[in-house]
């Protein structure tokens, strides 16, 4: 299907455990972008990438680690998991470097912390 | 550094209201404006923009204008319903050295019948 696809849809972690969000894009965007929304403090920008093989920090990086091998995929790993990062995960992608056409956003993950 | 503030909810109203979701914004330079829609389960999704001022955006009855005088980009409907129930987001984008949007804490509308 087109869009912009994130998985899983939930997931429930320990503490001190690795665990990775998926995002996958099929319109080829450059620009992806990966947020968290808290309560209180609406959406917050972790990391983006404007290509392939170019990634850069965000509003709140500390503790989340990004890559991105192929344009399509630009996956969000949270090395050692803590209570804090219990959140929604939402991906972005853009297609103008400008972002004056805005962003399309995927459905979100719901991560919980244990 | 930009910033996005928006009124605090939440906001309740009668189906066929009049909606008014208060923006206002600092930023460098000229930034696009963009109100976002987030309904419950879902992603965001881009309501309106506008990317010069006394530009209006408009769509599903929406509508907002960018007014650089006072920094604002106001959401307003003229007649609400129960499917405009959702969170909403105002942003910019100004360029300044990144490609990032810097969004709002958003508004969360209840409509009852």
């Known amino acids: 299907d087109a869009g912009i696809t994130q998985s899983p849809r939930y997931k429930i972690t320990e503490t001190g455990r690795q665990v990775t969000l998926m995002c996958h894009q099929t319109?080829?965007?450059?620009?992806m972008f990966w947020y968290r929304q808290d309560l209180g403090h609406g959406l917050r920008l972790i990391y983006y990438?404007?290509?392939?093989?170019?990634?850069d920090k965000g509003e709140v990086p500390d503790g989340y680690v990004v890559s991105r091998s192929k344009t399509e995929n630009f996956p969000l790993t949270l090395e050692s998991a803590t209570r804090s990062q219990t959140s929604v995960y939402f991906c972005?992608?853009?297609?103008?470097?400008?972002?004056?056409?805005?962003?399309?956003f995927g459905s979100g993950t719901r991560l919980t912390v244990v | 550094g930009d910033s996005v503030t928006q009124m605090e909810g939440p906001v309740t109203l009668s189906e066929e209201a009049f909606l008014t979701i208060n923006c206002t914004y600092t930023a460098t330079g000229y930034p696009s404006l963009f109100w976002y829609v987030q309904y419950p389960g879902e992603g965001l999704q881009l309501l309106l923009k506008?990317?010069?001022?006394?530009d209006k955006g408009s769509n599903k009855g929406f509508e907002a204008t960018y007014r650089k005088e006072t920094t604002s980009f106001h959401l307003e409907k003229g007649s609400v319903q129960v499917s405009d129930s959702a969170v909403y987001f105002c942003a910019l984008y100004s360029g300044a050295g990144s490609y990032q949007l810097t969004f709002g804490k958003g508004t969360k509308l209840s409509v009852i019948p």
């Open positions: 972005a992608s853009s297609e103008s470097r400008t972002g004056n056409y805005g962003y399309t």
């Open positions: 506008a990317t010069k001022a006394d």
């Open positions: 990438s404007a290509a392939a093989d170019i990634t």
């Open positions: 319109w080829s965007h450059s620009y």
